[in-house]
């Protein structure tokens, strides 16, 4: 799974190799609300083809109708900016109070595309510097803690990974928990020395190596922007990288396993002099409470949890994994919601509708 900036410099890359001109749009700045970050990017083909998004969508509305009606006509880069009017800000779906700026590329051979592209799909964390006025690019080595910045000279994005995550076991929920870490711009580095999973792996991007986990967490120098997370079930292994792990700065340290074996996991590693605080860092039972059953669902309940550690959200105690499956062990039995619905769409929606009491005149006017 590639990142999204990743896809639009790979569909910039294809167009200009297929001959046809192509825009390149960033987020530079961001005002109030807004429904995409800074730095979020898309691309714009001569004929209105979209790769990426800048906006809720009337925003790349607007930009497609231009290029469609007068086709790519800059020669230079340009900055627009959007919702600087309360009006303005209604008519292109911006938030109350929203603004968004832009930057509007056409790219060409001094763009550099097809470089950029191939160092960001070797995970290489890259600089890159746009000229405004002449449209030139340089690329450089970046640096994980900057950001992009502009002036009125100089636009200067990163490209590539600025957060690591290191996964302790190479079996199948890793490799699930690799691929969508690796489109969230995790650098992942799998970690498992058992003879028996040395084989088994096979997704680009992904370091995987083979040495004891402790030795791996010393050599990493994990930072604040690092992330542990261990999946063998194997003590000898898991607690290996735990104990080194917690004593380091890493924002999200989890080990998946049950209640029990968390509780006596925390009682293994006070024996390795850890500290009651250090200790306190380690998340788990890891993720949040989903019902996840399969491996897929699973990585997706470890990473909505990391990502709110991440972006500093609390989460309440009902959501972690303990208390959900608490809570559930309480509630009678009851099947899926849509199990009993029969086959075909009109049935199904009549029995939603039903559900939540409503008739087909209250469905139609909560749609208006």
């Keep these: 799974m590639d990142s999204i900036d990743l896809e639009v410099l790979h569909a910039c890359d294809q167009w200009l190799r297929a001959g046809y001109r192509c825009e390149y749009v960033t987020v530079v700045r961001t005002w109030g609300s807004s429904p995409r970050p800074q730095g979020a990017t898309m691309a714009i083909r001569s004929d209105g083809l979209v790769v990426g998004s800048v906006s809720g969508g009337c925003i790349e509305d607007d930009l497609i109708a231009a290029v469609r009606e007068h086709g790519i006509v800059r020669a230079a880069p340009e900055v627009l ?9 209604h008519r292109f779906g911006l938030p109350c109070g929203g603004t968004i700026q832009l930057v509007v590329e056409p790219l060409a051979e001094h763009s550099r595309i097809g470089e950029l592209l ?34 009125r000279r100089t636009l200067v994005t990163i490209h590539g990974p600025r ?15 690799a691929q969508i870490a690796a489109g969230l711009e995790y650098q992942v580095t799998v970690c498992d020395p058992r003879e028996e999973y040395r084989g088994s792996w096979s997704l680009p991007g992904v370091e995987v190596v083979h ?28 607690d290996m990288a735990l104990m080194e792990a917690l004593k380091t700065d890493a924002f999200y340290i989890g080990a998946i396993g049950s209640r029990v074996n968390n509780a006596r996991r925390r009682e293994r590693l006070r024996e390795f002099d850890l500290s009651d605080a250090q200790i306190a860092k380690l998340h788990g039972p890891i993720g949040i409470y989903i019902g996840s059953k399969t491996p897929y ?10 990502t709110a550690v991440k972006n500093g959200v609390p989460l309440p105690q009902q959501m972690t994994v303990e208390a959900g499956k608490a809570g559930a062990a309480n509630l009678p039995a009851n099947p899926h919601p849509l199990a009993h619905l029969p086959e075909g769409r009109s049935d199904a929606r009549a029995a939603l509708q039903a559900n939540a009491g409503l008739g087909p005149q209250q469905e139609s006017l909560r749609a208006a």
Excluded at 81 to 89: C, M
Excluded at 163 to 174: D, P, T, V
């Design 163 to 177: 957060l690591r995550m290191l996964i302790i076991g190479a079996g199948q929920l890793s490799q699930f928990l």
């Design 297 to 306: 669902e699973i990585a997706i309940s470890i990473l909505a949890e990391l």
């Design 81 to 89: 900016t959007y919702g600087i009017s309360a009006d303005e800000a």
């Design 118 to 151: 191939a160092l960001a799909q070797r995970r290489v964390l890259t600089r890159r510097t746009l000229d405004l006025a002449s449209g030139a690019v340089t690329l450089e080595g970046g640096g994980a803690d900057e950001q992009l910045t502009m002036d």
């Design 211 to 238: 040495e004891m986990p402790d030795d791996v967490v010393l050599g990493m120098k994990l930072d604040s922007r690092s992330a542990v997370i261990a999946l063998t079930h194997d003590p000898k292994l898991d």
